[in-house]
């Protein structure tokens, strides 16, 4: 019975985010907790605990005699990965991409000369297999697994940064990647010169060469802003 729960709870969170994150409920709104639990033929408990996911985002604030709010869009956990891929589903897709990219350009060029000074060895090593990875998948339309040895590499990357901050990103990088391979905003095979800046970003990690790290990693988010511009403008 707990799993039959946690399944019918999921159902009603993958369809009531998307609604709120698309703007189909407005902030100030006002969600009554019977009236969602008849819409979802669930229980009340079932639709209180979707809500307290959905306020664990701040997406909408739960209020006794009021019923459930929708909160304004500048309060919302936008780094939560879940509410990245939900607005990402939406009409405002090309948009939120092009505000995740200024991020990707803004943090992982610094994290990657961070990591030239600071990845273990076994980090090193992960992320050439990860390059390599992406090198063996990037004709023939293998997007899926791409995508695998894509997000990998970044995961790796903002983790041997040493920096805990960057390395909680990770997270927010792969809704990204995901999001872009998903709602194909990626060329059919990726950009043969991205898939070789990885590797350069590779080396010039293993070899702890800070300052060509960042500048091959900030040509790589440069060059994904400017895909936006032709797949997403």
Same mark, same amino acid.
Not at 142 to 171: C, I, P, W
């Given at each position: 019975?707990?799993?039959?729960? @946690? ?30 639990? @008849? ?101 023939? @339309? @293998? ?91």
């Amino acid at each position: 019975m707990e799993n039959a729960g @946690q399944g019918l709870h999921a159902r009603v969170l993958e369809s009531l985010g998307p609604e709120i994150t698309a703007g189909e409920h407005r902030p100030g709104s006002v969600l009554r907790t019977d009236e969602l639990a @008849q819409r979802y033929d669930v229980s009340r408990t079932v639709i209180r605990e979707a809500v307290r996911v959905l306020e664990s985002m701040h997406l909408v604030e739960s209020r006794r005699r009021v019923g459930v709010t929708v909160r304004p869009t500048e309060e919302w956990n936008v780094y939560d990965p879940r509410v990245i891929r939900w607005r990402l589903a939406g009409a405002d897709r090309a948009r939120q991409l092009r505000s995740l990219t200024v991020l990707r350009c803004a943090v992982e060029p610094v994290a990657a000369g961070l990591a030239a000074r600071h990845a273990t060895p076994e980090q090193c090593a992960a992320l050439t297999e990860h390059a390599m990875g992406m090198v063996a998948t990037s004709r023939g @339309q @293998q997007l899926e697994a791409y995508l695998v040895h894509d997000t990998d590499f970044h995961k790796t990357l903002l983790t041997a940064s040493g920096n805990e901050m960057f390395a909680r990103l990770h997270e927010v990088v792969a809704a990204i990647l995901t999001g872009r391979t998903h709602h194909h905003v990626m060329f059919t095979d990726p950009d043969p010169a991205a898939v070789t800046l990885h590797v350069q970003v590779a080396e010039a990690i293993r070899t702890g060469d800070a300052a060509r790290a960042e500048e091959l990693t900030r040509e790589i988010t440069v060059g994904a802003m400017a895909e936006l511009d032709i797949l997403a403008p």
